[in-house]
DNA sequence: GACGTTTTAGACAATGGTGTCTAATTTTAC
DNA sequence: GTAAAATTAGACACCATTGTCTAAAACGTC
């Protein structure tokens, strides 16, 4: 229960600098070995050693193996949510060609937010320790995956107001969006491989395409009057 | 290194029936505990009681605890893919109504191989352990998720030789197809949550509506010509 | 250079797991 | 009923890990 840091230190500012660069080592080497590891499979020797810090050093900055693991895990989340929103900040407004903008859209999407290490990290961690920390992984559920669906969908309604998309259930169509995207990377990334840019931007087609020809509106040129208006 | 089991012991055809019980029990205690904690996070007194079971029995029948995983994943391979393929031969070939009973399929999909207690394991395991027991899951990654593309592509093939779909790429159709009807299921099936059968059905439908959409062939009743001949 | 803080290596007890062994008991086959 | 096999509980050595503690060393600041 007790531990060195209850007796709080007064710490001058600058002895920070040191320190912080510390912290973001081990938080970084115990990243990379939860997620190699799993948290039972993970020792804090290794994650120690990984960081090049005594670990003493670890167990000074997080107090035990529990803490260090909700903080890595809180860390990935932040780091992850902020890219997931920085990446949807980039959705086509004014599309020149919305196939291929939606395209380009696609790969940022799964190069910066599925196939890169923290993405990696989250899908292993929630999937393998998310029963055992219900509460760890909620908030990031609501923050992260909970609202890119419904962030996504308001974006896809305005292209379905400014016509170039018909879409009905904006939600729907929303999470369609990001399994379309997935479906020919699931494989991959179920087995730890990252796929290559090639093959990001093939299955961005792929899923761009199939997923205008289910909304695009009808090729109503001048004469023929929309078939149905949701 | 060695074992009791090392000196075979001439068991009579007979006395297997208990042995057998025991060795199922065994078995599937282990997949729950392994499923539940992970490889290092489970241990061997856990999965004996939760067998009912001493623990010299599972050593006895098991020689150790990396035999006894890799027993468990083979045993969850099979009935997974067994499962699978027993699924697959449902697939509508003369539909009555296409989109009925592509929805009816895609229910059975995901409530025979995707939200039961093989499918989570299989997703749990692979992700988890997949790294240390590279060749472990290989033989399922052909023969299983590997094999269901190109299976659930021959299918699609033949309903659009039939005029029923129209599509380029049977592949990536495939892809599409399961992709799609895990669209509103991921985020249950990654946080371990069972989906109610509404839930499955809702999915299915809405899966399959647009996947119908992107893949319908041109209304062609006797008047228009097909804009696209692929 | 002196001070306080942080870091380090190493030893340490406590714990929990693996895998082995034994001796007693139960089950099963014939 | 008897003999062989399987099962059981318990003890055991061994090892890895967690978390604590100490004394020495390195560091940064004044």
Redesign the interface.
Request: charge should be positive.
């Given at each position: 229960m007790k531990s060195p840091n209850d007796t709080v230190p007064k710490m001058s500012v600058h002895s920070q600098r040191g320190q912080c660069a510390k912290r973001l080592s081990i938080l970084e080497a115990a990243a990379e070995v939860f997620c190699?590891?799993?948290?039972?499979?993970a020792s804090i020797d290794e994650i120690a050693s990984e960081a090049c810090v005594s670990r003493q050093t670890v167990y000074n900055h997080y107090r035990e193996k529990d803490n260090l693991f909700m903080a890595v895990v809180e860390d990935v989340m932040d780091r992850a949510n902020a890219m997931l929103f920085s990446t949807l900040s980039s959705f086509p407004e004014n599309p020149e060609s919305l196939e291929d903008d939606l395209a380009a859209f696609a790969v940022r999407l799964s190069h910066n937010c599925i196939c890169n290490q923290d993405g990696k990290f989250l899908?292993?961690l929630?999937?393998?320790e998310?029963?055992r920390y219900p509460h760890l992984?909620e908030s990031w559920?609501q923050h992260g995956?909970?609202k890119i669906g419904t962030a996504l969908a308001a974006l896809l309604s305005r292209l379905s107001r400014k016509g170039l998309l018909q879409i009905d259930?904006f939600d729907?169509?929303a999470?369609?969006f990001?399994?379309?995207v997935?479906?020919?990377l699931?494989?991959s990334t179920?087995?730890?491989v990252t796929p290559t840019q090639a093959e990001l931007e093939s299955a961005a087609r792929?899923?761009v395409r199939?997923?205008m020809?289910?909304?695009a509106p009808p090729p109503a040129q001048t004469n023929a009057p929309a078939l149905r208006t949701a």
């Open positions: 190699r590891q799993g948290f039972a499979g899908r292993k929630v999937l393998s998310g029963e992984f559920r995956p909970g259930d729907v169509a999470r369609q990001l399994a379309l997935n479906a020919d699931q494989m179920l087995f730890g792929n899923a199939t997923f020809r289910a909304y």
